[in-house]
């Protein structure tokens, strides 16, 4: 099941950090609404605000196997273990 993030392609303000912290309330009232808002500082930005149902799901983890894993399942791994004649590789 994909989960679709509509926020993140929605139309987003940008503040200036003055402006933000004056007017948080409203930033925050955006924010929920689903429209991210985008803070600066001296021009550059700094941190996006969204609501924290959003968060959630771009912080998602889902149960993915390591690395580690992956390779221990592979069919290549019990070739690795077979006991016996080491192969090397010659480069050439």
């Given at each position: 099941?994909?989960?679709?993030?509509?926020?993140l392609t929605a139309?987003?303000?940008?503040?200036?950090?003055?402006?933000?912290?004056?007017?948080?309330?409203?930033?925050?009232?955006?924010?929920?609404?689903?429209?991210?808002?985008?803070?600066?500082?001296?021009?550059?930005?700094?941190?996006?605000?969204?609501?924290?149902?959003?968060?959630?799901?771009?912080?998602?983890r889902e149960d993915?196997?390591?690395?580690?894993?992956?390779?221990?399942?592979?069919?290549?791994?019990?070739?690795?273990?077979?006991?016996?004649?080491?192969r090397r590789f010659?480069?050439?």
């Amino acid at each position: 099941m994909e989960t679709q993030i509509h926020s993140l392609t929605a139309p987003h303000r940008t503040w200036p950090l003055g402006r933000a912290k004056a007017r948080f309330s409203e930033v925050v009232r955006l924010a929920r609404s689903g429209q991210p808002q985008r803070v600066t500082v001296h021009g550059r930005d700094a941190v996006v605000i969204v609501a924290s149902s959003e968060f959630e799901l771009l912080t998602a983890r889902e149960d993915f196997p390591s690395l580690r894993e992956l390779v221990a399942g592979s069919p290549l791994a019990r070739v690795a273990k077979r006991p016996g004649r080491r192969r090397r590789f010659r480069g050439g």
